[in-house]
Nanobody, 128 residues
Framework: QVQLVESGGGSVRSGESLRLSCSAT????????HAWFRQVPGKERETLLC????????EYSGDAKSRFAISWDDAKNAVYLEMNDLKHEDSAIYYC?????????????????????WGQGTPVTVLL
């Protein structure tokens, strides 16, 4: 069974940092494009960044590039989202997702509609 599991969320104070993990089972994560998203309950899902190791592309949405970064560990079949200088408005449920079709072109995409497998999310609460 193809699964993605996010972890690392929690409650932090404004200005602190968190590293979120996305662990994959049932497939080799680095062979496919994947992305990080977040969603506040009752609001639209927001894209943060995406990554495709096949053609080594990373794309950011909005102001994510200034404070967020992605890393990976192929041996652990996992990717990570490093979030720095967290603000109260960053509070949300954070998701990772992957597109197993991996159709051409092989870059990553920022659209939520491109991804067909999602984790259950890990909540992040940034206190004032």
């Amino acid at each position: 069974q193809v699964q993605l599991v996010e972890s690392g969320g929690g409650s932090v104070r404004s200005g602190e940092s968190l590293r979120l993990s996305c662990s994959a089972t049932g497939f080799t994560l680095h062979l496919y494009r994947h992305a990080w998203f977040r969603q506040v309950p009752g609001k639209e899902r927001e894209t943060l960044l995406c990554y495709s190791q096949r053609d080594d592309t990373i794309e950011y949405s909005g102001d994510a590039k200034s404070r967020f970064a992605i890393s990976w560990d192929d041996a652990k079949n996992a990717v990570y989202l490093e979030m720095n200088d967290l603000k109260h408005e960053d509070s949300a449920i954070y998701y990772c997702a992957t597109d197993l079709s991996m159709d051409a072109p092989y870059r990553c995409y920022l659209s939520t509609k491109k991804y067909d497998y999602w984790g259950q999310g890990t909540p992040v609460t940034v206190l004032l």
